[in-house]
């Protein structure tokens, strides 16, 4: 009861600041309209930036549906001689959505003994099930010496550059050799969203996990972009996707 008042309270006040920049508009043309000419500005003004608004939107949703149909597949251009026990995870900060990112599934799949990453390392456990496998996944001291060299690498959010600056970015995760930098594989996001198109695209949607969109490397269609609900199929499609794009770079030709 109390969320659903404050999630009106919120709609309420979020729509009257999207029609504060109308109401100027209607104002100053008031304003020409009483000591110049009643040619109906008040009108024109709020009009005209309301199709402008709307221009800017489609154009801005055309241009991403035709660059999710472009979006290159996942490039491996390197291969390791040995498969690492378990890589360092390194997540730019603009790379995040609600859901964080997690390796749990690296673990769990036996695909790798350990993850490293800002918030401390997980490794592998006792193993649950053989039949499909289920490794526990523990949280753990990394000894320096089984540290691996490999590094997996969300780059922080690129903006497209088309003039008309829609909100439109490329999200990038990258595998690379950690001592020389080397890229080992690439593959890419393309998401639209955040700041006040977010806004709208969360209330449309319904929740937080549709402050951004993306298609292209969990799937070619059109979804929230790295959710934050384990319910949601697009949770585990980037599960899936991460852990497959992972592996296949690390497991040596």
């Not at 490039?75 to 603009?94: C, H, R």
């Not at 959710?227 to 296949?248: G, I, M, N, Q």
């Amino acid at each position: 009861m109390i969320y659903g008042l404050f999630s009106l309270i919120y709609l309420a006040l979020f729509l009257a600041v999207s029609a504060i920049p109308f109401y100027v508009a209607n104002r100053i043309g008031g304003v020409f309209d009483e000591k110049v000419k009643p040619i109906g500005l008040r009108f024109l003004f709020p009009g005209l930036m309301l199709c402008a608004v709307v221009a800017w939107a489609i154009a801005s949703k055309v241009a991403f549906e035709r660059a999710c149909r472009n979006l290159p597949s996942p490039a491996f251009f390197q291969s390791l001689n040995t498969k690492p026990s378990g890589f360092t995870s390194y997540v730019d900060k603009t790379a995040t959505s609600y859901g964080g990112k997690r390796w749990d599934r690296a673990i769990e799949s036996g695909d790798f003994q350990f993850v490293k990453s800002q918030y401390g390392s997980i490794c592998a456990g006792v193993t649950r099930s053989e039949n499909p496998k289920i490794i526990e996944v523990k949280h753990c001291q990394i000894v320096p010496e089984t540290n691996s060299k490999v590094e997996v690498h969300m780059l922080p959010l690129k903006p497209v550059s088309y003039w008309w600056s829609p909100p439109i970015f490329e999200a990038e995760i990258q595998v690379q050799e950690g001592t020389s930098a080397t890229v080992i594989a690439t593959a890419k996001d393309l998401i639209i969203g955040g700041g006040l198109v977010g806004r709208y695209l969360r209330l449309f949607g319904g929740d937080q996990d549709y402050e951004y969109l993306s298609c292209g490397y969990a799937s070619p269609d059109i979804g929230p972009w790295r959710p934050s609900l384990t319910s949601r199929p697009r949770f585990s499609e980037y599960e899936d996707s991460d852990l497959a794009f992972v592996v296949r770079a690390l497991t040596p030709k």
